[in-house]
């Protein structure tokens, strides 16, 4: 999920309100709009929510592309040096990720070992990671970087902590999961048990049996119908509107949670371990981002100088670049929040830097494009919509929360 608007440098109020906020005064609309782009002034993300296999898939990397990306928590950009690109750069305004990002490069490069980097970010709940952070990253962080781990949360904690913890519960993502969990127990349904079904007819009946009555119940059904509900989510007030239409949100989370249950089998999925255990599977085989996985890990360390990390406005970042100098852009979902100059003013930018036969990756809330309709016709003839392909990148996408993924590529 997109954390292009979100900001947490001296300016970050100004930067918030610049990407999130569309609408002016004092309105009901624009008090709830400036609430979200507050909320998202600090960790979010703390696990990217796109899928990097679908991802991979589509924007079919060679060893000479450049790689454009929205940060977020920076496990897609880590994990598409897999497929030997030559060179990622991953862009975000919001601070915590920009610094979430660069710890994690710092970790392959200053960690003694996989079995280390594995519990720091696949386990991220152990004592011995705060020690190893003081020991072997902190030493080898730039000064911002450090600053922010080692500074103080609301509470008065030092950030790194997180990681002796379960880094996975924290954030406005880790905490929306959390009072999810918190809302099913309520109604006597724990969410880790699922996890316990043998394959995917059992998934579906436990779903069936067990989470399908909650979307019923009419606690649910109210606070799913206030937007302020689904920031945990990175749905700010416009795209709820879109994503609900004519139906109740219940109804569209319940599709969403379906699909999660039950499209794809838990032993390939650690979007529904984080979804139902608050973490990854702590099995020697557990699914895990390309990133964490063994089999990647010293090809990435050895590839790690051709991801940069830095912290931007994409539209400004690619202002900044020279012509036909990019061929993978990946826009996560930050489209769904942007007004329409806002998003001719990106693909102004995306056109002028692409190369002929670059593609742009990007998912939305609901299933249609948003391009057509929206973006000048005379930006959007220099691309191809693969729909096809789309449809079958959106059905491949474990995540499970999007409405759909959309390819277009770049003519010559």
Known sequence: ????????????????QRAAVSTSGFNPAALLERAFALAFSGLVY?????????????????????????????CNALSYLAANPARVTAVDLNTAHVALGRLKQSAFLHLPGYDHFRRFFGDANKPENVADYLSHLSPHLDETTRNYW???????RKRI?????????????????????????????????ILQAGNIEEQR?????????????PLIRWMTNQPASLFGLGIPPAQYDKLAGE???????????????????????????????????????ASLP??????????????????????????????????????????????????DQQLNALWSQICRTARPG???????????????????????????????????????????????????????
């Open 1 to 16: 999920m997109s954390i292009e608007a979100a900001a947490g440098a001296p300016a970050g109020t100004e930067l918030i």
């Open 46 to 74: 703390p696990q990217i929510w796109e899928d990097p296999v679908a991802d991979m898939a589509g924007l079919d990397i060679e060893e000479r592309h450049q790689i454009v990306t929205i940060a977020s928590g920076g």
């Open 150 to 156: 080692e500074s103080r949360d609301l509470l008065g």
């Open 161 to 193: 902590r997180i990681f002796a913890k379960g880094a996975y519960r924290y954030g406005l993502l880790g905490t929306f999961i959390g009072i999810s969990h918190m809302l099913a127990r309520l109604h006597g349904v724990n969410p880790r048990e």
């Open 205 to 217: 009946a436990h779903f069936e049996r067990q989470f399908l009555p909650l979307f019923d119940k």
């Open 247 to 285: 139906r109740r949100m219940a109804d569209v989370l319940r599709e969403r949670l379906e699909r999660l249950s039950c499209a794809f089998d838990f032993r390939d999925n650690y979007f529904a371990w984080q979804a139902f255990s608050r973490g990854y599977e702590c099995a020697p085989k």
């Open 290 to 339: 390309p990133y964490l996985q063994e089999a990647h890990y010293e090809t990435l360390r050895q590839r790690l100088d051709r991801l940069e990390v830095i912290q931007a406005n994409m539209t400004d970042y690619l202002a900044s670049q020279q012509a036909h100098s990019v061929d993978r852009f990946v826009l996560l979902d930050a489209q769904d929040w942007m007004t």
């Open 358 to 412: 670059a593609r742009v990756l990007f998912r939305t809330a609901d299933e249609p494009s948003l391009l057509p309709g929206r973006l000048a016709d005379g930006l959007l003839r220099m691309w191809t919509y693969e729909e096809e392909r789309s449809r079958e990148l959106s059905a491949q996408d474990r995540s499970s929360i999007y409405g759909a993924t959309h390819l277009y590529i770049r003519r010559d």
